[in-house]
């Protein structure tokens, strides 16, 4: 699972396609893409008030980690999402606290945003001593020289190569990060690295001419992004053992039947 700050196309992230669940119905963010009778019943439940941002980011928080789909990977066999709604509301609060971190660095700061809970509207940044960084002689070469053919990771140094340039301070959980099965950093180079084609599978069309029109070398904005990408996953990578502690602890107790939820919200879908 992952969330984006802008509605995603149809190949985003895996090219497989999927299913997108907009958090509004309009532009002005002014109404809820969940029933209001749910979310009625959801404030009956806990005592208090339920916002529809508090779902998304309960959401985030208990499914959008390895350990949810490694739990729960036979039922995610059938395509859907069947969230463990907690009864209590302490577990509740608890998780969207944690989740309105995770959408936050997914969408790199520009949704959740919270000063005071350390959420700024900037691009998420690891704490100094973790971060990656590059050592003046691992600068990524630009134009004239081409752009990198390869990306490769070597674990002994923590230090990921680009071409002729590398960076330091990348963690092989960073290296590892997937997404439905593609990883992260491999998937974010194949669109930046000189020889962008790619196999042609059972009838779908040719690459397209346009593929080839790409910068001469290698852009500053391209550092920049992988730099950006690099913070996001180190603090994703660091919330996943809160996140599967959380869920252990969510479907240990009493959670909310999906025949409760739909008696109450009945015809409001």
């Given at each position: ?5 802008v509605m995603p196309d149809l190949h985003h992230y895996n090219g497989r396609g999927g299913r997108v669940f907009p958090l509004w119905r309009d532009a002005a963010a002014t109404e809820s893409n969940i029933a209001p009778a749910k979310l ?230």
């Amino acid at each position: 699972m992952t969330f984006g700050a802008v509605m995603p196309d149809l190949h985003h992230y895996n090219g497989r396609g999927g299913r997108v669940f907009p958090l509004w119905r309009d532009a002005a963010a002014t109404e809820s893409n969940i029933a209001p009778a749910k979310l009625d019943f959801l404030s009956e439940a806990y005592g208090r008030a339920v916002a529809p941002e508090e779902v998304m980011a309960y959401c985030a928080a208990v499914m959008a980690h390895p350990a949810f789909t490694a739990r729960f990977a036979a039922d995610l066999v059938q395509p859907g999402l069947r969230v463990p709604l907690t009864t209590d509301v302490a577990l509740f609060e608890e998780a969207v606290a944690l989740g309105a971190e995770v959408i936050w660095l997914h969408c790199y700061g520009e949704r959740f945003d919270d000063p005071a809970a350390d959420r700024p509207k900037a691009p998420p940044r690891l704490p100094r001593e973790q971060a990656p960084t590059i050592p003046a002689d691992g600068a990524i070469p630009s134009a004239p020289e081409p752009l990198p053919e390869t990306m490769e990771y070597d674990p002994a140094r923590n230090r990921l190569h680009v071409g002729k340039g590398f960076i330091d301070n990348v963690t092989p959980q960073m290296w590892a990060y997937e997404v439905s099965g593609k990883n992260v950093l491999r998937q974010w180079f194949s669109y930046r690295r000189r020889d962008r084609t790619r196999p042609v599978i059972g009838d779908r069309r040719p690459p397209s001419p346009l593929e080839r029109i790409q910068p001469e070398g290698w852009l500053s904005e391209y550092t920049s992004d992988l730099i950006n990408l690099l913070h996001v996953l180190g603090r994703l990578v660091a919330l996943e053992p809160a996140q599967a502690a959380l869920l252990e602890r969510i479907v240990d107790q009493p959670m909310i039947t999906v025949a409760a939820l739909a008696g109450k919200a009945d015809g409001d879908d």
